[in-house]
């Protein structure tokens, strides 16, 4: 899978990847309300590349019909300050043919203050009003993409239990260059589990399937090559 990368993976970037053979694709980080939106506004303000879009709707229909020229399943992560935004967006994501991935990794100040990103591991209650209602009224898959390390993984996983598909976790250790696959033995079996960091060959993306369904990956993407080695060898 291709894990989110904010700035970058569009619907174009997406359908070039799947077209490599992956089985899912994600696009985005998005940001999916006003007040997201303006702290995206802040981020790209102070030098990083992100994705702001005033008609994130239209931009949704748009980058997915792109994105599904490719066999690959695609994905939307998206950040919000309101739970409505949530659920108006994973209903055009839904409708356009889409999986929702809830973005509780991103730790940068302007989401985590308004409490998006990986702000929601703090506020279980809003993340399970989010998946339920998503769940309840669309019907629609569901990803909760975030870092392991930084709040109990089965406290994480018993939270969002009959209300999410699937647990996709970044493996870095805070403060070290290297992953810690150990936070995946505390998710259980039941759950559909997307490991993710670090992935560069197949090497690395086998030691991810000894603990989870899929692996993902982020910042290799450029490199086709290495993709198509990764693909070709698991
Ligand atoms: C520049 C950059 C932007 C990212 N944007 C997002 C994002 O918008 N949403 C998200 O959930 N993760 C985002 N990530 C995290 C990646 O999806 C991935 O978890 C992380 O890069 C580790 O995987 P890798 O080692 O394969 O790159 C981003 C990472 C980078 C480096």
């Known amino acids: 899978m291709l894990a989110a990368y904010a700035g970058r993976n569009d619907g174009a970037y997406c359908r070039d990847l799947g077209a490599l053979g992956l089985g899912m694709v994600t696009i985005g980080g998005l940001s999916v309300d006003d007040v997201a939106k303006s702290q995206t506004k802040k981020m790209i303000e102070r030098g990083r590349s992100e ?47 889409g999986i929702v991935e809830i ?13 998006a990103g990986q702000a929601l591991l703090y506020d279980f209650s809003k993340l399970q009003e989010i998946l339920w209602q998503i769940k309840n009224e669309l019907g629609v898959t569901t990803v909760l993409k975030f870092r392991g390390n930084i709040v109990p993984e089965l406290a994480i996983a018993n939270a969002v239990e009959g209300c999410c598909d699937v647990l996709h976790v970044d493996a870095m250790l805070k403060g070290k260059d290297a992953p810690d696959f150990s936070v995946f033995r505390e998710i259980p079996d039941d ?12 090497a690395s993306a086998q030691a991810i399937l000894e ?11 450029d490199d086709h090559d290495a993709v198509r080695e990764i693909v070709s060898g698991v």
């Open 211 to 221: 603990y989870c369904d899929a692996f993902s990956f982020a910042r290799i993407a």
């Open 51 to 97: 994705f702001f879009v005033h008609n994130h709707e239209d931009y949704i229909r748009e980058q997915v019909a792109i994105a599904r020229e490719s066999e690959a399943l695609v994905a939307v992560n998206i950040r919000s300050a309101t739970v409505g935004g949530y659920l108006d967006a994973a209903a055009v994501i839904a409708e356009a043919g």
């Open 103 to 115: 973005d509780a990794h991103c730790r940068q100040d302007e989401m985590t203050s308004i409490g």
């Open 191 to 202: 759950l559909f589990l997307i490991g993710n960091n670090s992935v560069r060959d197949t």
